[in-house]
């Protein structure tokens, strides 16, 4: 499984091709074929390659929304 950094996540985007990687607690998703995440966006609140850990323990749905998206690596500290 591949290991990414904050840094490598970020190219991850869902633009101008790239797909649309998300990060929560430690493990990234692929969120490229979600409606939600059109162009790398959800509800206009949070944007694909970043790590929402923080973003979702305050969100108003519960993680098992991420038990629909493929795990595609880690997220590991620089």
Same mark, same amino acid.
């Given at each position: 499984m591949k290991r990414f950094s904050k840094e490598e996540l970020a190219r991850y985007n869902? &633009?101008?091709?790239?797909? =649309?990687?998300?990060?929560? &607690? /430690?493990k990234v998703y692929d969120a490229?074929?979600?409606? +939600?995440? &059109?162009? /790398?966006?959800h509800q206009v609140l949070h944007n694909a390659g970043e790590d929402l850990t923080? =973003? %979702? $323990? +305050?969100?108003?749905? /519960?993680?098992?929304? %991420? $038990?629909?998206l493929p795990v595609v690596g880690t997220l590991y500290e620089d």
């Open positions: 869902g &633009k101008n091709g790239a797909p =649309a990687y998300i990060a929560y &607690k /430690g490229s074929n979600s409606f +939600q995440w &059109k162009n /790398g966006r923080d =973003a %979702l $323990e +305050q969100a108003p749905h /519960g993680t098992d929304m %991420l $038990e629909r």
